[in-house]
DNA sequence: ATATGCATGTCGCAC
DNA sequence: GTGCGACGTGCATAT
C-alpha cells in the first residue's frame, strides 16, 4: 500500500495548497477538525461549529460526519468540483455540482489531521438476496409460486409500469405476479391491482393475482381480501441459494461439456 | 480540540487492543487498510480485498467506504456490538446489531493507518425546506393555495392515513391537499384519491382534491384528468422564506412589546 | 414491535 | 436529461 501523507494541525494555507493538489490528482482526502457547514440546493442547512470528519473521494464525492449517526450530516454526491481558499483564521471548502444547483460550503476553524491517500481497491463486490435474485429464482423454478405455473414473460410492459412476472397456471389462468422481497405492505397491492385493472382490460381471460414475498403486512392481508388477491410466501434466501445451486450446475454442465 | 491518537502500521495485535479500548471508551476510529468485507443479514455480500477507509462511531455506527462512491459499500447504523480479534496475519473486526440479525464482517491483512478521537461537536444543525415547512408556509398564507381558501384541519387522521391539509374554497367546497416537496407522481395521487374515497363517503359537500408541490410529473397528470384532480405549483423555497418572514415578524413583534 | 411515509434520499436503467 | 422503481435504503413517528 501507498504511503498516506499525514499533517497534523497544519496551517490554513498549507492545508488549502494540499487539498487543491490532493483534489487534481485525484487523491482521497480526509480532514479532521473543527468547521461549520451551510448547504442550499434542493433544501437548505445550516450547521454550527463542531469537530467533524470531511471525506473527499476521488471520484469528487464529499461526505461530512459527526461523531454519531450512520448517515453523514451534510454531502455531496459523486461528480462535484471543489473550490478551496484559505486566509489566517480559516480554510473555506466549497462543493459544487456539475448537473444540479446543489451547493455546501465548508468553513474550518481549525485542522486537526489531513490525510491525503492513494487507495486501490480493485475488490469484487456481490450482494445476494435482492429482488432480482428472487424473480431469477422464479425463472428457474417456477414451481415456487406453485405446481404447473409457466412463465410468459419477465417485466412485462404495461402501462403504468412493469409486471415483474407474467405467467400462466395450469388451469390457462393468465398470473400477474408482484415480487416483493421484504414484507409487502398496501403499496405492493396496490401496484399489483393496477396492472391487473389494465391487463383485464386487454383480455377475456380469467385473471389471477398474486403477491410473492417472505411476508404479508397485516393491514395489507385485509386488502388482499377485498381485492381476491393470493398471496404467495416466498423467501429471499431460498431464492438466494437456488441461483447459487443453478451457477454450480451450470458450471458442471461447462465442465463436463 | 483534543490530540487524536495516531499509530501507523501498527501490528495487529496493537490494534486489537487500541480499537477495543476505544471502542469500550466510545471514541471514534478510522481504520485505513487492506481488507475484505462479508456481509449476512436481511441480504447477504462479499467484498474481495482492497484499500479502504473504515470508520466507528462512539454510537456503534460502522462505515465502510471504498475509494469512490457516496454511499459506503458495506456499514452497520448506530447500535452495533464490536468484536474485535488479531493473529500475527490479520485483524479480525465483527459487527453485529443488536436489534435485526444483521452482520458484518471485516478481515484486515494489512493496516496503514489507525486513528483513535474524541470529537465533540454541539453544533446546532437545521434544515429548511422540507415538506413539513411547506405545510407551514401553507398554515401561515393559505392563499398560497387559492384566494378565499381556508383551513380546517393540519395531519387530519382518516382511516389509512393522513390528510396533509383539510380545508374548504371560498365557494363552501371542502378542498383536500396533499402537499410533496418534489415533483408529485402517480402515488402522490393515489394517496389523495383514497382520502377523496373516504372523505367522499362521510360527507355529501362537494369535494375538491388538490396536489399543491414544485411540479407534476408526466404520468401523473393524465391521471389528473382521469380523476378530476386539481395542482397547484407551490416552491419549497418560496415556503421556506416565508417561513423565514415570519420568524423575522414574530422577532419584530417581540421586541416592540 | 409493526406500519407508514419522508428524504438534499442515492443509484441504476429505460426512454 | 427525465422518469420510475429498488434499496441490506435509514429514520421518525404513530399505533
Redesign the interface.
Known sequence: ?E??L?F?KPNFKLAEEIINKAVALKK?V?I???C?VNYSG????????????V?I???G?L?I??????LP?N????NCIFQISSNNEELKIKSVRKDVKEEVFIVFS?I??L?V?N????????????EEDMKKAIFLKPELIEEGFKIIEFEKKVE?GFIDVYGIDKKGNLVIIEVK??IAG??AI?QLMKYINVVSKLTSRSLRGIIAAPKLAKKASKLLETFNIEFKSLN??VC?SIIENEKNKKYSLKEWL
Open positions: 500500500m504511503e498516506p499525514i497534523k482521497t480526509i479532521i477538525g473543527k461549520k434542493r433544501a437548505k442547512s445550516t450547521l454550527g461549529f463542531g469537530e467533524r470528519i471525506l473521494k476521488k471520484d464525492a461526505l460526519h459527526r461523531p454519531i449517526g450512520y450530516i454531502w455531496q454526491p459523486s481549525e486537526l489531521l490525510t491517500l487507495l486501490k481497491d480493485e475488490g469484487e463486490f456481490n450482494l445476494y438476496a435482492s403504468p422481497r421484504k398496501k403499496e396496490m429471499p434466501k438466494a
